[in-house]
């Protein structure tokens, strides 16, 4: 699976890119690539999360393997572990040794190694690229990529793509630690938003107004970006449009726990957040903000 001797299939210096799955992410990343000025295809299982994209100069496709015909970086922004592994399987007549598999979904260790397994079967090279960052990092182009490939050549092919979608790329040495790390930064995420939705409903209950709670915090040691953002989305109740959906967060946090499990570990907070998230997504909040946790605590509280 060289690419030492590989040419980009447009002819030209740059490669063609196939974006498999249009969801938030998935658009954002396209669109920066597309302003990059790489080839793109894209294809999503309903189209019509994909046609906004013919504007930005894409190729619309209706199936995986019409993405994928010819592409040399196919770039999966997909659901899970399972949806992954079928669209790729969807493509594998066209694959034909050539571009190289950026698989940018959030899985577990294993998982990721799983995928690997079946780029070598598929013979394609394989990165694995799990993304630090929601929707506002991913429409600026600025996410971090935590990145691996079995392929040391996969990752000049790759340069271009990733760095039309992120501002930093972290290579580690093996498939799997970004998966790894990918969670461990998730479950400091996860447990800062269920924090920041307990402090203020604590607030709240005692009788002291919770934006007290965020400006004490502004300029402290402890203060962030985060807090910042989502804070008073909680307090305004602006938690309907999301940049993470909670239904996301409930399944990663599901993948933390799970690994953590597997690994002999048991992680009190994550187990408890994980929890309150798939409570949060059984009364209905899953494609709400994964700030509306806040709505399950207050209900909590009540």
């Given at each position: 699976m060289s690419g030492a001797n590989r040419k980009p299939a447009s002819g030209q210096g740059e490669p063609v890119?196939?974006?498999?799955?249009?969801?938030?992410?998935?658009?954002?990343?396209?669109?920066?690539?597309?302003?990059a000025g790489l080839g793109l295809r894209a294809w999503n299982r309903n189209r019509a999360a994909a046609e906004p994209l013919a504007d930005a100069g894409a190729e619309v496709c209706d199936t995986p393997a019409e993405a994928c015909?010819?592409?040399?970086?196919?770039?999966?922004?997909?659901a899970n572990e399972k949806v992954v592994a079928g669209v790729m399987d969807q493509a594998r007549d066209v694959l034909d040794?050539?571009?190289?598999?950026?698989?940018t979904c959030?899985?577990?260790?294993?998982?990721?190694?799983?995928?690997?397994?079946?780029?070598?079967?598929?013979?394609v090279p394989y990165v694995e690229a799990p993304l630090l960052g929601t929707k506002e990092p991913a429409v600026a182009g600025t996410l971090t990529v935590l990145a691996a490939s079995p392929q040391q050549?996969?990752?000049?092919?790759?340069?271009?793509?990733?760095?039309?979608?992120?501002?930093?790329?972290?290579?580690?040495?093996?498939?799997?630690?970004?998966?790894?790390?990918?969670?461990a930064y998730n479950a400091w995420v996860l447990t800062?938003?269920?924090?920041?939705?307990?402090?203020?409903?604590?607030?709240?209950?005692?009788?002291?107004?919770?934006?007290?709670?965020?400006?004490?915090?502004d300029g402290s040691g402890l203060n962030s970006p985060y807090v910042q953002s989502k804070g008073p989305k909680m307090i305004d109740d602006d938690l309907d449009t999301p940049s993470f959906p909670l239904e996301a967060a409930a399944k990663d946090a599901g993948l933390i726990t799970d690994t953590a499990r597997a690994a002999g570990l048991h992680l009190g907070i994550?187990?408890?957040v994980c929890e309150r998230l798939h409570r949060a997504a059984d009364d209905g909040l899953?494609?709400?903000d994964v700030a509306a946790t806040y709505r399950t605590s207050r209900q909590a509280a009540s």
């Open positions: 890119v196939a974006v498999l799955g249009t969801g938030t992410m998935g658009k954002a990343m396209a669109r920066n690539i597309a302003a015909r010819g592409a040399d970086v196919v770039l999966t922004a997909l040794g050539h571009p190289v598999w950026v698989q959030t899985v577990s260790p294993e998982g990721g190694r799983h995928l690997a397994e079946q780029a070598a079967r598929l013979n050549e996969a990752r000049e092919e790759v340069r271009p793509v990733l760095d039309a979608v992120g501002a930093r790329t972290v290579w580690l040495d093996e498939v799997g630690q970004p998966s790894s790390l990918k969670l800062t938003v269920e924090g920041i939705a307990e402090s203020l409903t604590l607030a709240d209950t005692l009788g002291v107004d919770p934006r007290l709670v965020i400006d004490v915090i994550a187990e408890v899953g494609r709400a």
